[in-house]
């Protein structure tokens, strides 16, 4: 099949994925346009207040460039506060500690990212997202198949296996959910490290089989 | 440095058309291609006609975000209309593209790469750092800075070709047609730009000029 030219898409059209309790939700750009040569994304809060960029640092040594497409926001990069009005770009470097949270509802940020010196290489963590974003929206079925997915474009990750347990230790499934954390200790013996203090195997931590 | 800007806040008026924000150059980064463009009034330009490939062309991804305004992009002659929010991704380098504003204030940002390599900055971009001063008209610094330039690539034709601009503008004729002589030598694709140029304007009307632009030999300037 040849490729199209071109792919033409706009925010309000592009999937919604809850990631955590503080009301980020991800709006896949990079997976919608196959955009190969560097990350891109988007994040949406719903309501003022609302996270719209995790804080985080860039362990794994991305740039990323942060373009305030709409509403306003408050970002913290580093010891900094800045208000972020809407055309508002902020650049952060790895080792920036970075954040913002929405100052209007539907505030929405574009993220570019990539490594310098090395070809891009697509984040694994996306897969995963997509995956841990529709059990979130109580789409079960849908994340379990994503998350087949996911640990199939990178088998040997051990995030997709842990991600994997975290998935069905959540909706009740001891079984595969001692499995997968058991493959993801194989791939990398610091998912036991993870595990011992993630509250989404609390219910199954005393259980004898319980791998970690 | 981590840092930040506004889009309309970095973008500076460098030639006819639309104002640039050297966005990438401007923060330092070194992962990926990112500029902005900014149209004051519809009509402007503000994706330049062009394709990836060539001398001048990157073979990179392109794409292209409306930050702002409204503006009709054109891909391999299909019309797009693409209002605020809309993303263009170009992803075959020799895909004509091109995008004329429809509104005033209207914000175009460009991310690019080439999949698969290391970014390296494109040639065309190593002009940015003396281009800025094009939008205060102070062309003998831009002059410096382009020296300082071409201590790195000084058989870069757009170096050249900028060079020659701003000493066109400075009223160092000799020395642009010079310039400009080299530039066209080491690419053609130079000649038909500078025929449209208005950055010449003050010495379109010398014959060195038209045998600068014809490629031909021994214009009489001090060239280097």
Redesign the interface.
């Known amino acids: 099949m040849t490729?199209?030219?071109?792919?033409?898409?706009?925010?309000?059209e592009l999937d919604h994925f809850p990631v955590d309790e503080e009301g980020l939700v991800w709006r896949p750009?990079r997976r919608r346009?196959?955009?190969?040569?560097?990350g891109?994304n988007a994040y949406t809060a719903e309501k003022e207040g609302d996270r719209v960029v995790e804080e985080h640092f860039e362990r794994d040594g991305?740039?990323e460039?942060y373009?305030v497409?709409?509403g306003r926001a408050t970002?913290t990069?580093?010891e900094e506060e800045?208000d972020?009005?809407?055309?508002?770009?902020?650049?952060?470097?790895p080792g920036?500690k970075?954040g913002a949270v929405a100052v209007e509802p539907e505030t929405t940020i574009?993220a570019?990212?990539?490594?310098?010196?090395?070809?891009?290489e697509i984040s694994g963590w996306e897969g995963i997202f997509v995956a841990l974003g529709y059990l979130k929206k109580g789409e079960e079925e849908k994340g379990r198949q994503a998350m087949a997915v996911a640990i199939a474009e990178r088998p040997n990750d051990w995030q997709g296996q842990y991600n994997a347990a975290c998935f069905e230790s959540l909706t009740g499934n001891k079984e595969a959910a001692m499995a997968h954390l058991q493959r993801a200790i194989e791939l990398d013996p610091k998912a036991r490290e993870f595990a011992q203090k993630d509250t989404d195997f609390d219910w199954l931590r005393d259980d004898p089989e319980f791998p970690a | 440095m981590s840092g930040t800007a506004k889009i309309t806040d970095l973008a500076v008026q460098v030639s006819s058309g639309p104002r640039w924000a050297m966005v990438r150059t401007h923060f330092g980064i070194g992962a990926f291609g990112v500029n902005a463009y900014v149209a004051d009034e519809p009509g402007v330009a503000i994706i330049g006609e062009h394709d990836e490939l060539g001398t001048s062309g990157t073979l990179h991804e392109e794409l292209y975000f409306v930050a702002s305004g409204h503006a009709t992009f054109t891909v391999n002659g299909d019309e797009i209309d693409a209002p605020a929010g809309t993303f263009v991704f170009v992803r075959d380098p020799a895909a004509k593209r091109g995008a004329i504003a429809t509104e005033a204030g209207t914000a175009v940002v460009i991310a690019g790469g080439r999949p698969g390599e290391a970014f390296t900055p494109s040639a065309w971009e190593r002009s940015a750092p003396a281009l800025r001063y094009f939008a205060t008209q102070d062309y003998d610094k831009a002059i410096e800075e382009f020296e300082r330039l071409r201590a790195d690539a000084p058989d870069d034709p757009g170096l050249l070709y900028n060079l020659a601009c701003a000493e066109s503008l400075a009223g160092r004729s000799a020395d642009a047609v010079g310039h400009l002589s080299q530039a066209v030598k080491l690419d053609p694709d130079f000649r038909q730009l500078a025929e449209k140029d208005s950055d010449f304007d003050p010495i379109r009307t010398m014959p060195e000029f038209a045998s600068a632009v014809a490629g031909e030999p021994d214009t009489g300037s001090s060239g280097a």
């Open positions: 490729e199209k030219a071109y792919e033409v898409a706009h925010l309000d750009v346009l196959g955009i190969r040569a560097f891109t991305h740039e460039l373009l497409a709409k970002f990069l580093g800045i972020a009005s809407a055309g508002t770009l902020v650049y952060a470097t920036t970075r574009v570019f990212g990539a490594k310098p010196g090395v070809p891009h």
